[in-house]
Each structure stands twice: as structure tokens, then as C-alpha cells.
């Protein structure tokens, strides 16, 4: 069974620092690798796409990739009260046909204090 | 603009009353696929579809039914609803499988 786990929070902290998620994945081939953002009741929404090992920064969001390590991180600066909800993390794997697609970790709860 | 629609966004039904839960995406995506999120449960699959008449199960799928008859839609059909499958429910599209999906904005389902 290929699993995708997730701290599930809740990770709490002060407004203006780092925030750091955490996602491991078990499938070694895995290939493309998600963080979405998703406010209580709303839909997820895509905030990052890694491919290859290393970072990758957009604005706030920097996603870090380790997969001899098979985990990937998501680390948002300054951190605003606006940034609290649930980081769900997705990864794809490499299979052929009806194997591929997303799996998904149930998601870590932050929030971000004033 | 690049969007999944679903309808209705929300519904309160009673037991056994069919129903149907519409999805459209106009994106031109072959995958597509229907999750429920649950308390503590997290996002699982129903039903999935590759293309145009090719769909497959997820990891949930008892009590539920799809087509996918255009390349467009992707409707989610309740035959006799049943109060287990009160949830929340997403579509999601994307040109792959394994692909960042784009997710409608959700339908609350509560059957009584």
C-alpha cells in the first residue's frame, strides 16, 4: 500500500516566523510531488509542484525535495495569520495505467498567530 | 477562465432519494476524478475516469456511479443515498493521472 504521511498538527506559529511542513512518502519511483493549501469548508489549492531534487521557491513557499531520503517540505516565511489552514501534501507515482496517480496525506494543520 | 464546476454546492436529501451531482471542467482534461473528505479521514478517491468512457474505481466506491460520456463532465451519481454517504464531496481534473488536479469548489451532502 503506498502511503503519503503527514504530521497532522496542529503546528502552531508566530506571525513573521518559518513555518515547516513535512510530507514522507513510501513509493520509491514517485515522480511529481504537491503541496495544496485548504481553508476549512473550501477546496484544495494548488501552492507548489517539485519534480527534481533540490528547492524550489515561489515567493513565501519554498518546497524542498530529498527523495533518496523520500520525503518532501514546504516552508513558509513570514508566516502570516492568513497562512492558517491545512497543507495537504500529494505525490505521484510512476505506474503504468490504473497505478498512477495521486496519493494523498491527510494534511497538517497550521496555524499562525497574531 | 480555467475552472472545475460543480452543482449543486450544497444539498440536504433523504434516504434513498436519487440523486445526481454534476461536474464540468473546461480545461480540455482527460483525468478526472471524484473525492469525499471526511473529519479526520482525508481525501479518498470514489471514482476516477482516464478519458471519455474509461472509468475505474477508487478506493470508495460502494454506493456510488459515474459516466463520463463527454470529455467535459463527469457527473457523480447516488442511487439510493444512504446517511454514510453524508460528506463532502470535490471533483478534480487534470491532463494526467499522477498531474496537479484542479479542484471544483466542493458539494455538501447530508442525507438523512
Known amino acids: 500500500q503506498k502511503e503519503v504521511e503527514q504530521n497532522s498538527g496542529p503546528l502552531s506559529v508566530p506571525e513573521g516566523a518559518i513555518a515547516s511542513l513535512n510530507c514522507t512518502y513510501s513509493?520509491?519511483?514517485?515522480?511529481?510531488f504537491f503541496w495544496y493549501r485548504q481553508y476549512s469548508g473550501k477546496s484544495p489549492e494548488l501552492i507548489m509542484s517539485i519534480y527534481s531534487n533540490g528547492d524550489k521557491e515561489d515567493g513565501r513557499f519554498t518546497a524542498q525535495l530529498n527523495k533518496a531520503s523520500q520525503y518532501v517540505s514546504l516552508l513558509i516565511r513570514d508566516s502570516q495569520p492568513s497562512d492558517s489552514a491545512t497543507y495537504l501534501c500529494?505525490?505521484?507515482?510512476?505506474?503504468?495505467?490504473?497505478?498512477?496517480?495521486?496519493?494523498w496525506g491527510l494534511g497538517t494543520s497550521l496555524a499562525v498567530n497574531p | 477562465e480555467a475552472q472545475v464546476t460543480q452543482n449543486p454546492r450544497y444539498l440536504i436529501t433523504v434516504t434513498g432519494k436519487k440523486l445526481t451531482v454534476t461536474c464540468s471542467q473546461n480545461?480540455?482534461?482527460?483525468?478526472m476524478s471524484w473525492y469525499r473528505q471526511d473529519p479526520g479521514l482525508g481525501l479518498r478517491q470514489i471514482y476516477y475516469?482516464?478519458?471519455?468512457?474509461?472509468?475505474d474505481k477508487g478506493d470508495v466506491p460502494e454506493g456510488y456511479k459515474v459516466s463520463r460520456k463527454e470529455k467535459r463532465n463527469f457527473p457523480l451519481i447516488l442511487e439510493s443515498p444512504s446517511p454514510n454517504q453524508t460528506s463532502l464531496y470535490f471533483c478534480?481534473?487534470?491532463?494526467?493521472?499522477?498531474?496537479?488536479?484542479?479542484f471544483g469548489d466542493g458539494t455538501r451532502l447530508s442525507i438523512l
Open positions: 475516469s482516464m478519458n471519455v468512457e474509461v472509468t
Open positions: 478534480a481534473s487534470s491532463h494526467d493521472s499522477n498531474q496537479p488536479q484542479h
Open positions: 480545461m480540455n482534461h482527460e483525468y
Open positions: 513509493d520509491r519511483v514517485s515522480q511529481s
Open positions: 500529494a505525490v505521484g507515482n510512476a505506474g503504468a495505467g490504473n497505478n498512477r496517480k495521486l496519493i
